[in-house]
């Protein structure tokens, strides 16, 4: 697929930082003597993986505005153009040494997600799509599962951490999709989360209190591949409000009433 300027200059900054992530990735693994050692070293990682995006992006269309999850946000002198960044999905897998990791970054126009890029640089796996012009991976169009039956379908979810207070309504949630479905992951990176869905891997998602960040470049990779998503609420905002429920058309009805109770 032949992509828009702004696409190339998305991916591009997308493979930069994941290069840098991946020399990280493998020093992380002589740090787990100690635990904070790898701690400050993965935020200096994170860290670092934005500054390197940003340059890239900033440097190439310094009048749009910025919201990354380390460095917070900015308003453009172009109001209506902003990139939302997530340099390091999966900051937990990354301390642990597990391959489940992505940069996640996206361009909103007008309030709209227009293009989102997805990389997972351990797999060399680049998730990509722009409004009206499908969703790929590497070469590869992609497209939601075909899957029809509740039974058969394999979802995946986030599982609040930290003492977070939204644990009862997850476990609630839980109990309702578990015996409906064939099996639940929590793979711990929401951007890959939407990415597999959309690839057709997982058949559906659902996580609460997401931040912009974590869903807008894999929001438009879904829709583009056919999914259908919607906030928890449903008269709310996916981005905003950091909830959502998607899978593919036939089993999202089922999978959002089960979620919804
Ligand atoms: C986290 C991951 C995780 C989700 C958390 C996010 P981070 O992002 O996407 O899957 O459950 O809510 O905060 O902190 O690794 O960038
Ligand atoms: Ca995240
Ligand atoms: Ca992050």
């Avoid at 959309?198 to 974590?214: F, K, P, S, T, V």
Wanted: overall charge negative; hydrophobic content about 45%; glycine content about 12%.
């Amino acid at each position: 697929m032949v992509g828009s300027a702004n696409l190339n200059i998305m991916i591009k900054a997308a493979r930069r930082a994941g290069r840098a992530l991946v020399k990280d990735f493998r020093e992380v693994e002589n740090l787990q003597v100690s635990m904070k050692g790898a701690g400050d070293f993965v935020s200096r990682a994170d860290l670092n993986a934005e500054t390197l995006i940003k340059e890239d992006l900033m440097g190439a269309r310094p009048t749009y505005g910025w919201l990354g999850e380390e460095g917070g946000g900015a308003e453009g002198q172009d109001p209506t153009r902003r990139w939302i960044v997530d340099p390091l999905d999966g900051t937990t897998n990354f301390l642990h040494g597990l391959p489940h990791w992505a940069v996640s970054i996206a361009l909103e126009h007008k309030g709209q997600i227009v293009a989102g890029v997805v990389f997972d640089p351990a797999k060399d796996e680049m998730f990509f799509a722009e409004k009206g012009a499908g969703a790929w991976m590497n070469e590869s169009r992609l497209r939601v599962s075909g899957r029809s039956k509740m039974i058969e379908a394999l979802f995946a979810t986030g599982l609040p951490f930290g003492g977070r207070s939204d644990l009862p309504e997850t476990l609630t949630e839980m109990a309702r999709v578990a015996p409906a479905c064939s099996g639940i992951r929590r793979w711990g990176a929401a951007a890959l989360d939407l990415a597999y869905v959309a690839a057709g891997r997982y058949d559906g998602y659902w996580e609460r209190r997401l931040n912009a960040w974590d869903i807008a470049a894999g929001l438009i990779i879904l829709r583009e591949a056919g999914g259908l998503a919607e906030p928890i609420e449903p008269e709310k905002d996916i981005v905003a409000d950091g909830t959502i429920i998607c899978a593919n058309e036939a089993l999202f009805s089922p999978l959002a009433k089960l979620v919804r109770g």
